[in-house]
């Protein structure tokens, strides 16, 4: 059965940081693009940042220089490091994953940041 487990969320004050991972795992013998959203109380989910196979990453303007993606494909591993954090950023974070042509979702994680 093929998954996504995430960690690192927790409670951290404005100006911290935090490192979320997102670990595939089961039968997976082909991993596309690797993606984290986020989703605020009362609002949509909305995509945080993304990273191709190649390591070629997109950012939501709200997080451009605070927050860095990363993978490890040899460990089928996407992280993401948020620095600065503030208020705002707090939220459930969502990994999602291409995973042999069909996407998967990870349970969620929250992070939230106090003022």
């Known amino acids: 059965q093929v998954q996504l487990v995430e960690s690192g969320g927790g409670l951290v004050q404005a100006g911290g940081s935090l490192r979320l991972s997102c670990a595939a795992s089961g039968s997976i013998f082909r991993i596309n693009a690797m993606d984290w959203y986020r989703q605020a109380p009362g609002k949509q989910r909305e995509l945080v940042a993304s990273?191709?196979?190649?390591?070629?990453?997109n950012y939501a303007n709200s997080v451009k220089g605070r927050f860095t993606i990363s993978r490890d494909n040899a460990k089928n591993t996407v992280y993401l490091q948020m620095n600065s954090l503030k208020p705002e950023d707090t939220a459930v974070y969502y990994c999602?994953?291409?995973?042999?042509?069909?996407?998967?979702w990870g349970q969620g994680t929250q992070v939230t940041v106090s003022s």
């Open positions: 990273i191709t196979p190649g390591g070629n990453t």
């Open positions: 999602r994953a291409n995973l042999n042509a069909n996407l998967y």
